[in-house]
């Protein structure tokens, strides 16, 4: 990371879990902020491996999801010699501040969370103490690093504003140990939607396939997806309540194209939602073509992978390290 930071640039910090191919919704919510922030910010993002084991998987396929991720995290752009790139477990204070952090939230907090309530009924059959907790552990990964801002999808904005209650909870009591980050959630992009059921969010362990696009699709799928992507009866462009499908196309590629819903509809004024769906196609394919390409690349040179494994978890834990002595110190730790 920069050692010259300006006064007015900010830490931006962000992670993505490592359970499964990250989807378009991943990429239009979350990726694409976080390569436009990492060109005047300092930044730090990483790859949230601790937060993925509260669903259970083959030790090999953990890895190998996790080395996945991060190249996809290489991928996008994110220069591992001015920001920070890193893999959570490398850094062993966020486990630490976790448990910290627990014994400073309440039972009836956590127990509100959303997406514990929709995990836990997704997955009956392991609904372990790992998966009530996983907020706090995100909060310890936000706190530990100080961050300004932390750029994620709109699913994370109630993780958000308790990681801003604990640490405003423990600074009331230990005085200004950490900031209070900001959540940054884009304009468009935030909520990207199934293809087959777009009342609910696009996400990549969804069983049906075709309800999302993966950054790894291939051209070909990204048509076939699209094509059969979910809409109504009415055939006519244009955003409204009550069209959840043409509204979250015209969403997507209003993200891959820059242009606004009002030009959007224009162009489709009059055609149908087969020359809408094949512009979309094309666009979606058209961002994620030289993504894929590039992380397809990176995968083949694990030794590149690991070098910036080793430096990005080397940098983090510096930041960590100096947050965590601050915060035993203050609760009362015994210091050697
Ligand atoms: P995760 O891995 O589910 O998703 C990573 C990022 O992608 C965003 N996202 C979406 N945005 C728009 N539309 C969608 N359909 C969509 N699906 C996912 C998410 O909002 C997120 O920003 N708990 C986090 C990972 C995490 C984290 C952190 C994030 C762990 N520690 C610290 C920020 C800071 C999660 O499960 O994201």
Same mark, same amino acid.
């Given at each position: ?261 009002? @030009?959007? $509809?224009?162009?489709?004024?009059? /055609?149908? !939602?087969?020359?809408?769906? #094949? +512009?979309?196609?094309?666009?979606? %394919? ?7 390409? @590039?992380? $397809?690349?990176?995968?083949?040179? /694990?030794? !590149?992978?690991?070098?910036? #494994? +080793?430096?990005?978890?080397?940098? %983090? ?20």
């Amino acid at each position: 990371m920069d050692n010259n930071t300006s006064e007015n640039k900010k830490t931006v910090l962000s992670l993505v879990q490592a359970s499964g191919t990250p989807t378009l919704g991943n990429y239009l919510g979350a990726f694409k902020n976080w390569k436009e922030m990492a060109r005047d910010n300092d930044c730090i993002f990483g790859v949230a491996d601790l937060h993925a084991i509260t669903v259970r998987s083959k030790p090999a396929d953990l890895r190998r999801r996790s080395v996945e991720m991060y190249a996809m995290l290489l991928a996008l752009g994110l220069d591992p010699e001015k920001n920070i790139v890193f893999m959570q477990s490398h850094v062993q204070e966020h486990a630490l501040l976790g448990w910290v952090l627990n014994c400073y939230t309440q039972f009836g907090e956590a127990s509100r969370m959303t997406q514990f309530k929709d995990k836990s009924a997704r997955h009956a059959d392991n609904v372990n103490v790992g998966l009530f907790t996983y907020p706090i552990l995100m909060a310890a990964d936000i706190l530990l690093y100080q961050a300004d801002m932390v750029p994620v999808g709109d699913d994370q904005k109630q993780h958000l504003e308790i990681t801003r209650d604990i640490a405003a909870r423990f600074n009331s009591i230990y005085g200004d140990v950490f900031k209070l980050p900001e959540p940054y959630i884009g304009k468009h992009g935030a909520k990207i939607l199934s293809l087959q059921e777009p009342e609910k969010k696009m996400s990549k362990s969804d069983p049906n396939v075709k309800a999302f696009i993966s950054l790894t699709d291939s051209t070909d799928t990204v048509v076939k997806k699209i094509k059969s992507a979910v809409t109504d009866s009415e055939a006519r462009v244009y955003y409204a309540e009550g069209k959840a499908g043409i509204n979250n196309l015209m969403t997507i590629y209003s993200c891959c194209t820059g242009k606004d819903f009002a @030009e959007i $509809e224009r162009e489709f004024d009059g /055609k149908g !939602y087969g020359d809408f769906k #094949a +512009a979309v196609a094309e666009a979606v %394919a058209e961002e994620l073509r030289p993504l894929r390409e @590039e992380y $397809e690349h990176i995968l083949t040179d /694990k030794q !590149y992978i690991e070098k910036c #494994a +080793a430096e990005g978890a080397e940098k %983090a834990s510096a930041i960590a390290r100096r947050t965590m002595r601050k915060v035993m110190k203050k609760v009362g730790f015994y210091q050697l």
